[in-house]
């Protein structure tokens, strides 16, 4: 996949996307930044957490499952793939540690680079003898995080500093076009899928991959919320790492499964999973704000 390849739809999600970071962004300050890297206790501990426990828990549910083999990687796949924007926009809805969720999708999706090929070589190598090379380029995904992530937060928090007033008084209605612009990179993810091949997915491949495709999502929130509140993170920080370890980027493990192993059945599990993991993740939000005694659209106690 290079850049040369890109159709008019790629280009509208990443419009998209990139306005969502925008949105995202009028809600932050520099200094919402600074307090984090003076502090950067919750991004270690969230960082280290995804890059290693979660392709673990995969690997475990996968080794104990039914799965044919190429499902059993696929699963595996989808737990090495951080959170992307979907994940930045849900903390900003339900007003979590959004800056620690922009640095996570940042960092992350840089050091993906290189663990990505690293863990699904390993899975690879234990459930079918082989490894294969897999190379995701370094200079694309370097420009799509700027392009679709850094530069978009980063104009929206230079609104919010210079332009308070305007910054706070447009968030409302922002957020409604959020909404709609969240919508629409559903519909085109869903769409897009087919016009490019779909994976073939039947209603029992389905009915047998939600248990383990739920089971990893519960698992991966249960553990990162819980791993905050261990670590003595906070609230609002532990439920960001709950966000960012469940909400996984499933559209990089269909490139990761389609485009660069060519194995349409890898994809199943990312399939599913993007079917569900919002809603579930929704309902944690709420769930987790009614349980710390305050309303859902009301700032976190730490």
């Known amino acids: 996949m290079v850049l040369s390849s890109y159709n008019l739809i790629d280009v509208l999600l990443s419009l998209t996307l990139a306005f969502i970071m925008l949105g995202v962004g009028l809600s932050l300050t520099t200094e919402s930044f600074r307090i984090l890297f003076l502090f950067p206790r919750p991004l270690v501990v969230g960082l280290l957490s995804q890059l290693i426990v979660l392709p673990v828990i995969a690997f475990l549910i996968s080794y104990f499952s039914d799965l044919s083999l190429p499902v059993k990687v696929g699963l595996i796949i989808l737990a090495s793939c951080p959170g992307g924007t979907t994940s930045g926009l849900l903390t900003y809805y ?25 863990i699904v070589n390993l899975s690879l190598l234990f459930y079918y003898g082989k490894a294969t090379l897999i190379h995701l380029s370094y ?60 994976t073939g997915i039947t209603s ?26 261990i ?21 990089l493990a269909f490139l990761v499964a389609g485009t660069l192993l060519h194995n349409p059945e890898m994809e199943k599990p990312a399939l599913i999973y993007a079917m569900f993991s919002f809603w579930t993740a929704v309902l944690y939000s709420i769930v987790v704000k009614k349980a710390n005694g305050i309303g859902i659209f009301s700032d976190f106690k730490t």
């Not at 928090?157 to 919508?183: C, D, E, G, H, S």
């Not at 029992?204 to 698992?219: C, D, G, R």
């Open 204 to 229: 029992k491949e389905v009915l047998n991959i939600l248990p383990y495709a739920l089971l990893l999502n519960v698992l991966c929130m249960s553990w990162g919320f819980f791993l905050g509140l």
């Open 94 to 118: 339900f007003k979590g540690n959004v800056a620690l969720s922009i640095t996570f999708t940042s960092i992350n999706s840089i050091l993906t680079l290189f663990t990505i090929p690293f």
């Open 139 to 198: 200079l694309e995904t370097i420009i799509q995080i700027f392009a679709i992530t850094i530069i978009p937060a980063l104009i929206g928090v230079l609104i919010r500093t210079y332009k308070p007033a305007f910054a706070l008084k447009a968030q409302r209605p922002v957020k409604v076009l959020l909404t709609i612009a969240l919508a629409i990179v559903f519909i085109i993810l869903f769409f897009a899928g087919n016009v490019k091949g779909g």
């Open 231 to 251: 670590t003595r993170l906070g609230i609002s920080n532990s439920f960001t790492i709950g966000i960012e370890a469940s909400v996984h980027n499933t559209t």
